[in-house]
């Protein structure tokens, strides 16, 4: 199996992934506690389906209890650029690094189905599953299992060689294969990711109340936000960078090799005039093939009119003004808000 494992690593590389690593489905006793503590102190906000499985989540091997070994992988997305840069541009939009092109769900996916149909050609008689942050798998706490990386301060996966900008995918299987030995926490003294956090969602290091997160209520927070968190938000109106771009561990980050995942030149910083005009239609050809289309036109537009009122850019204010009689009524109030600001 060693060598069936090192074969296997030379195909994940060869697939475009940047680093592989295996532990055992039952590797992450303590991930049950921590999810249940996590959701019982009401962290999770309307993410109703974290509550839903969280026997499953808790516990990879009752998801699939035939499975022996689970294969991590990561794959690099990091940005050209300093994500940190675009937030100077208050009258255009910051759009989180991931969702600047394609939807990484597809693109992973796809790696990881040729990396399970190689494995299997090798061992005909066994069966894999293949997941990427769409099941109820608890992909980080198993990345750290397997040698990857770390959970840092942020709860995001660091890597010593990779810094942390990558996405996970995991590939369950039924053949035995030799595990690897779980990383252990580096983050030391440094205490920078929960620093420049805008909204202070980190109750304390290594804990996120997602409530608070910017990347939650810009993607899966419905209805009206918070007003005491709006001006928080700055121009952000798709996910957050702020604790990932910050942390010192990128200066070894490595160069991403998936073209797709750079960012196309329209969603680099894009003047928030032009995206509050966007209607249903025009919003899906926009993020056709797009992470950012699965929010629909209300709820981005909603992020949107709360960017324009924290531009202070008065010429911005027709722009809103325009929305206040909307037909969703959270953009509807996001706009009459954004007026007020703007004046």
């Not at 709860?155 to 942390?164: E, I, M």
């Not at 294969?177 to 003294?189: M, N, T, Y």
């Not at 005491?228 to 798709?238: S, T, V």
């Not at 009119?305 to 953009?331: C, F, H, M, W």
Request: with cysteine; glycine share 6%.
């Amino acid at each position: 199996m060693s060598g069936l494992k090192q074969a296997l690593s030379i195909e994940a590389r060869a697939a475009g992934f940047a680093k592989m690593g295996i532990c055992r489905p039952d590797a992450i006793p303590e991930a049950a506690a921590r999810l249940a503590e996590f959701v019982g102190k009401g962290r999770h906000g309307q993410m109703g389906w974290m509550a839903e499985r969280m026997g499953w989540r808790g516990d990879p091997a009752a998801l699939w209890p035939e499975a022996r070994s689970v294969i991590m992988l990561a794959d690099l997305y990091t940005p050209e650029a300093d994500p940190l840069q675009a937030l100077e541009r208050r009258d255009c939009a910051t759009i989180s690094v991931y969702a600047q092109n394609r939807d990484y769900h597809d693109l992973v996916k796809k790696r990881l189905k040729r990396v399970g149909r190689w494995l299997l050609d090798q061992a005909p008689d066994h069966q894999i599953k293949v997941f990427v942050d769409t099941a109820p798998v608890m992909e980080k706490p198993l990345a750290q299992a397997a040698g990857l990386g770390w959970q840092g301060k942020h709860t995001n996966l660091l890597s010593r060689d990779l810094g942390n900008w990558f996405f996970l995918g995991a590939i369950f299987t039924t053949i035995d294969l030799p595990p690897d030995a779980p990383e252990v926490e580096h983050c030391g003294s440094c205490t920078a990711c929960l620093d420049i956090c805008p909204t202070r969602a980190f109750p304390a290091p290594f804990q996120l109340d997602a409530r608070r997160c910017i990347s939650y209520l810009t993607i899966e927070h419905k209805g009206p936000v918070d007003p005491e968190l709006r001006p928080l938000m700055g121009n952000r109106i798709y996910g957050c960078d702020d604790c990932l771009a910050i942390c010192p561990w990128n200066k070894f980050a490595q160069a991403a090799q998936e073209t797709r995942y750079a960012a196309r030149p329209e969603l680099t910083s894009p003047p928030l005039e032009d995206l509050a005009r966007l209607d249903d239609a025009g919003f899906r050809t926009m993020f056709s093939g797009s992470p950012i289309k699965r929010i629909g036109r209300d709820r981005f537009v909603r992020n949107v009119l709360y960017a324009i009122g924290n531009s202070g850019e008065k010429r911005l204010e027709p722009a809103a003004q325009s929305l206040t009689d909307d037909p969703d009524a959270a953009v509807a109030d996001a706009a009459r808000w954004a007026v007020e600001r703007v004046r």
